[in-house]
């Protein structure tokens, strides 16, 4: 079953999604976990930039929580899987600008067939770094690495080290929409 919906998202016209019912008949049996793959500048799973939230909710399958993740937000953020999933938007009428995952949650990403979640944060950072460079001014790097060529994000909440290691693996993942990143660097 597909779900044909016409949309632009940064250069995309006409893709056809599939629903959330193929997703889940995919990994029935396999895992309780929802797997997604992340691709920046695109989407992550079936949510893809530039979407109306409409299609979200459509291809999402399921009603979201709602709450406003930022203040001054002009449309609140949709949260999917016990808010693992959020879906931030902007514009009239809205459109995805924002996703964002969280590990342990109950939701599996992969970026190039790797686990976001289940790989260490090393290891994530020096694969993506082979062909694109993180913004090293980052105030919080460490903790997060921004990939401004990709609107790719990643952070944790410590850094590990000899005593202490929590924080070896990331907590979330994010994307946007191009120049995301830039605009809320400000």
Request: hydrophobic share 40%.
């Amino acid at each position: 079953m597909l779900l044909e919906r016409q949309f632009h998202a940064d250069g995309l016209e006409g893709v056809a999604l599939p629903s959330r019912v193929v997703f889940s008949t995919l990994i029935a049996g396999l895992t309780n976990c929802m797997r997604f793959d992340i691709t920046p500048l695109l989407g992550v799973g079936p949510v893809l930039l530039g979407m109306p939230r409409a299609d979200v909710r459509a291809v999402m399958g399921e009603t979201p929580d709602e709450f406003f993740k930022a203040e001054g937000a002009h449309h609140a953020t949709d949260s999917y899987y016990d808010s693992a999933f959020q879906v931030s938007y902007s514009d009239e009428p809205p459109v995805v600008n924002f996703v964002e995952v969280f590990g342990g949650g109950g939701v599996e990403i992969f970026l190039e067939g790797m686990d976001v979640f289940a790989t260490d944060a090393a290891t994530v950072i020096a694969k993506v770094t082979e062909r694109h460079a993180f913004d090293e001014h980052d105030p919080e790097l460490g903790y997060t690495y921004v990939f401004p060529e990709l609107e790719l994000a990643f952070w944790r909440p410590s850094i590990p080290n000899d005593e202490f290691d929590e924080g070896r693996f990331f907590s979330t993942v994010a994307i946007g929409l191009r120049g995301y990143f830039a605009r809320h660097d400000e």
